[in-house]
Every structure is written in C-alpha cells, then in structure tokens.
C-alpha cells in the first residue's frame, strides 16, 4: 500500500478522534483514578480544580485533532524522505 499524505494524516486524526472520545468518557465516569493516572503522567503536577466540561471536552478535542493530522502530515512526510534516502 502507498502512503499518500492527506489519507494518512485523515486516518491518523480519525484515530485520534476516537482515542479522545473514549479517554473523554473515561474521566468523566471515573474522575478520581484518571486524575491519579494524569498526575503521574504529568509528573506530579498538581491539577486542582480537575473537572471535565463540555467546553474542555470540545476545545480539547479540536486541538488535539488539528496536532494529531499535523504530526499525521509531517510523519509520512519524513516517511518519504528517508524512503528517498534507503533507494
């Protein structure tokens, strides 16, 4: 399969569209051990208040999606560029 630019970047933000949703989800039934888990992954930072509402949800997911298809863009961009450089 050839990867073309826009398809990856597209199935990348999709992926990341779901993960989001779901993680999303996640918080919002269980507060206390994703702010745990978030807390260790942020390396002790300390979050208070620690509340998910639908403008976090949604701000959050936008931005997260527009990074997701950027990286999407730029990876199979640097895909082609050291395929270019095995040949």
């Known amino acids: 399969m050839r990867l073309r630019r ?5 199935a990348f933000a999709l992926s990341t569209v779901v993960l989001w949703v779901g993680c999303s989800a996640i918080v919002a039934l269980f507060p206390v051990p994703s702010r ?3 807390q260790w992954w942020m ?5 208070d208040p620690y509340a998910i509402d639908f403008g976090n949800f949604l701000w959050g997911g936008i931005t997260l999606t527009g990074a ?8 199979e961009w640097s895909f082609k560029v050291i395929g270019k450089k095995e040949k």
């Not at 826009?6 to 597209?10: G, L």
């Not at 390396?43 to 979050?47: A, E, L, N, V, Y």
């Open 68 to 75: 997701a298809w950027i990286t999407g863009y730029v990876l």
């Open 6 to 10: 826009n398809n990856f970047s597209n």
């Open 43 to 47: 390396h002790g930072m300390k979050m």
């Open 36 to 38: 745990i888990i978030t």
